[in-house]
């Protein structure tokens, strides 16, 4: 029923940006906080970032304040991601959830490497 759909990962340089997109349905968005999580390799997921159903202004973990950027669009059912500056230990799959759910989609991979 829940589906998350991930997308925009790729490989980018050190300094560099990239802007993540997740799809939701089967629940109702605008009630719902929206987070992203990543976890790399041999590493247990992590909280990066969230945002309440109308909030403008997000909540981060201390490795990506500053540089991370989350994001919402109610009437599309969106969340987004924006990632500035981004370093090797960045490199990780990302995911999008509603912490209500205990549901987890593919997630999008971000390796960062020159």
């Known amino acids: 029923q829940v589906q998350l759909v991930e997308s925009g990962g790729g490989l980018v340089q050190p300094g560099g940006s990239l802007r993540l997109s997740c799809v939701t349905s089967g629940f109702t968005f605008t009630e719902h906080v929206m987070t992203w999580y990543r976890q790399a390799p041999g590493k247990d997921r992590q909280f990066i970032a969230g945002l309440g159903s109308t909030d403008v202004t997000g909540y981060y973990a201390d490795s990506v304040k500053g540089r991370f950027t989350i994001s919402r669009d109610n009437a599309k059912n969106m969340v987004y991601l924006q990632m500035n500056n981004l370093q090797p230990e960045d490199t990780a799959v990302y995911y999008c959830?509603?912490?209500?759910?205990?549901?987890w989609g593919q997630g999008t991979q971000v390796t960062v490497s020159s």
């Open positions: 959830r509603a912490p209500y759910y205990d549901y």
